[in-house]
């Protein structure tokens, strides 16, 4: 069974530009969830998915960044404009509908994202 | 005070050894919990998932302990290829939300 897959693995871009992160969750997996973490930080939560609605928003950082899971099948994470304390690692995980499996989350590889 | 707490390491031990992590959390209503392993520039695996009876998996043990609100990990004969950095998560209820902490970076040395 694929995992959570995570495109691009790299982004380096300038501040001011535009990046648009993508993430396939494993097939079936209702949650979706968009965590970050900056360098020397720990991983926070920014938001979650479940199906297309977003269940909750309020990790996420300020109104440059924008979710969509049209869908409810894979996810896009965009942010306009990029300022350089974007830079970090963008995780996304999945998890099944229901049970208490829903709560054991499967990350993919992440995006390292570098705003100069 | 952070809401998952966890000792940064890093914690160098031998081949063959056991060690031991705690994970401290504040939010009483924490309902769920769990071991996730992060190798150097990988994303975080789940190792365990943390039950209120404790539980076992191979050389791996994880307990909670809900009345001074912390988790444990332990690991029993400890292999080189157990050197990552250990997280531990809590669930604050509601809808899946989840704490992560700053890890535990273990090394074993041959």
């Known amino acids: 069974e694929a995992g959570v897959t995570q495109f691009p693995s790299h982004s380096v871009i300038e501040k001011g530009q535009t990046v648009t992160l993508r993430c396939d969750p494993i097939s079936g997996h209702d949650n979706l969830y968009w965590y970050r973490r900056v360098m020397g930080k720990e991983i926070k939560f920014l938001l979650h998915?479940?199906?297309?609605?977003?269940?909750?928003e309020s990790g996420m950082p300020n109104n440059r960044f924008l979710a969509e899971r049209t869908g409810g099948t894979y996810s896009t994470l965009k942010v306009q404009p990029a300022e350089l304390e974007d830079s970090g690692v963008y995780f996304c995980?999945?998890?099944?509908?229901?049970?208490?499996?829903?709560?054991?989350?499967?990350f993919g590889p992440g995006t390292r994202l570098t705003v100069t | 005070r952070k809401e998952v707490e966890q000792d940064p390491g890093p914690f160098n031990v031998p081949e063959g050894a056991t060690v031991a992590f705690n994970c401290t959390y504040s939010?009483?209503?924490?309902?769920?919990f769990f071991w996730y392993r992060q190798d150097c520039r990988k994303e975080p695996k789940l190792l365990m998932s943390?039950?209120?009876s404790g539980n076992e998996d191979g050389r791996f043990t994880a307990q909670l302990n809900r009345a001074s609100q912390y988790i444990s990990l332990l690991i029993r004969d400890s292999k080189l290829s157990d050197s990552a950095t250990y997280l531990c998560v809590v669930n604050r209820g509601g809808y899946q939300k989840v704490t992560f902490g700053t890890g535990t970076k273990l090394q074993v040395i041959p």
């Open positions: 995980a999945s998890s099944q509908v229901s049970g208490f499996s829903s709560y054991e989350q499967y």
């Open positions: 943390v039950y209120s």
């Open positions: 998915f479940v199906k297309e609605s977003k269940q909750d």
């Open positions: 939010n009483s209503a924490s309902q769920s």
